[in-house]
């Protein structure tokens, strides 16, 4: 009789299992949707697009969870918080998953489990897997843009920096430059461009890594107007010498005159040499007073040294005695 009770007991339990999966086996959730970035920066907060569509009976729950798998230890990112949500039928739900993803550059791979539990007056109470679905997401540290100060000659503009790739294995693609003026190109440091017209312009510079990655730095610059008057004076100077043009008219038509204008020439040029006389006997007056005030100074420190040191010599015979 013990036997066929324990025959009995096993009996049932098959019965069971294979009844409990068989009602199970028709309610189900599935992942039908991931939209994850292929490249994100370090340490930032990562969005993921998750789609999922059930089949439940009544007053069914659905539990969706994230986990970190690779690299390190298995760690859980993010759960659905609408748990607790009664749901029933055949529809579709989207959840934005907003988690931080590593400090550390490389590949981070994760997970996702669906789960479901029927109603809880079922014995069969308890969290069902679903379906599981894996996606990776390449970590990495964007490039990094230094900016120096622009130089601007006319209207010309030339500016230098430099661009640093985020990490060992990523590269600078290229880098690209908005003048500000309509102008965009790709460009080598130092790099330098011609503006039309005067005015203020935001130039816009953006480094490009190999991963996708960018970084971008802006700086203001004001080309100035360009003044007139360097081409307004050569005019000046052209005024200037048709005032002797017309003073050799006058004596052509005196022909008594010419006889007595060769003198003034004469006496014309001697001026110049006595006006260099007062100037350089000038010179050597002050260099006559400077002498005369440097003899002065250093009389009297040398006086004032040689007083220093009889006063020393003074102080030092008092002490002795």
């Known amino acids: 009789m013990r036997y066929h009770r324990v025959a009995m007991l096993i009996i049932i339990l098959i019965l069971c299992t294979t009844t409990?999966?068989?009602?199970?086996?028709q309610y189900w959730v599935k992942i039908t949707g991931v939209e994850a970035p292929?490249?994100?920066?370090?340490?930032?907060?990562i969005t993921v697009r998750l789609d999922i569509q059930y089949s439940l009976p009544a007053n069914s729950h659905i539990y969706i969870m994230i986990l970190k798998i690779h690299p390190g230890s298995q760690s859980t990112v993010w759960t659905n918080s609408d748990v607790g949500i009664p749901r029933s039928?055949?529809?579709?739900?989207?959840?934005?998953?907003?988690?931080?993803?590593?400090?550390?550059?490389?590949?981070?791979e994760y997970e996702i489990i669906a789960m479901y539990q029927t109603t809880p007056s079922d014995w069969w109470n308890k969290w069902i897997q679903s379906d599981v679905q894996t996606f990776s997401v390449f970590i990495s540290r964007p490039p990094s843009l230094t900016l120096y100060n622009p130089k601007i000659t006319g209207l010309n503009v030339s500016m230098d920096g430099i661009a640093n790739p985020g990490w060992s294995i990523v590269t600078i693609t290229r880098i690209h430059c908005n003048w500000g003026d309509g102008i965009e190109e790709d460009i080598h440091f130092p790099a330098s461009h011609v503006y039309e017209k005067p005015g203020t312009y935001v130039i816009t510079v953006t480094a490009y890594q190999s991963d996708g990655l960018?970084?971008?730095?802006t700086v203001k610059v004001t080309v100035p107007l360009q003044e007139s008057q360097p081409s307004s004076s050569p005019s000046q100077p052209s005024s200037s010498p048709s005032q002797p043009s017309?003073?050799?008219s006058q004596p052509s038509s005196s022909p008594s005159q010419p006889s007595s204008s060769p003198s003034q020439p004469s006496s014309s040029p001697s001026q110049p040499s006595s006006e260099a006389k007062p100037a350089s006997s000038g010179i050597w007056i002050w260099l006559g007073l400077?002498?005369?005030v440097f003899i002065i100074i250093m009389s009297v420190w040398i006086i004032g040294v040689i007083r220093d040191r009889e006063e020393e010599k003074l102080l030092e015979e008092l002490l002795s005695k």
């Open 290 to 292: 400077a002498t005369v």
């Open 214 to 217: 960018t970084d971008n730095e």
């Open 89 to 108: 039928g055949s529809e579709s739900i989207t959840y934005q998953a907003s988690f931080q993803v590593p400090s550390e550059p490389g590949y981070t």
């Open 20 to 25: 409990a999966h068989a009602v199970t086996a």
């Open 38 to 45: 292929s490249t994100f920066v370090v340490g930032k907060t």
């Open 246 to 248: 017309s003073s050799p």
